[in-house]
């Protein structure tokens, strides 16, 4: 059975850093794409990095780009979001997502409609 589980989420003030994490178990992730994605109330979910575990290519939103920074525990099944100079707009529910490489989905996207399995997602608020 698929399972992703966020967490790591917290209360960080401006300018603040904090690291997220998905723990993915029940599936052999080398041939998987982990994506981050985040939602606030009343807008869509919005992709902010993903990467292959296959070849380890990265994506990035240009919101985050040079702040946030996506990586892999492969001993541990763990992808890690790790968010630098975080402002009050990074404020939102993070989600990661996963799916399994195949020949519609040769590298990851930052499109949540992509994937098919997500966790529960994890409540990141930058404030004051």
């Known amino acids: 059975q698929v399972k992703l589980v966020d967490s790591g989420g917290n209360l960080v003030q401006p300018g603040g850093s904090l690291r997220i994490s998905c723990a993915a178990s029940g599936f052999t992730t080398d041939s998987y794409a982990v994506g981050w994605f985040r939602q606030v109330p009343g807008k869509e979910r919005e992709g902010v990095s993903c990467t292959n575990n296959w070849d380890a290519v990265t994506y990035y939103a240009d919101s985050v780009k040079g702040r946030f920074t996506i990586s892999r525990d492969k001993s541990k099944n763990i992808v890690y979001l790790q968010m630098k100079n975080l402002e009050p707009e990074d404020t939102a529910v993070y989600y990661c997502?996963?799916?399994?490489?195949?020949?519609?989905?040769?590298?990851?996207?930052?499109?949540?409609?992509?994937?098919?399995?997500w966790g529960q997602g994890t409540q990141v608020t930058v404030s004051s």
């Open positions: 997502a996963a799916r399994r490489r195949g020949v519609l989905f040769r590298t990851c996207q930052l499109q949540p409609s992509m994937y098919d399995y």
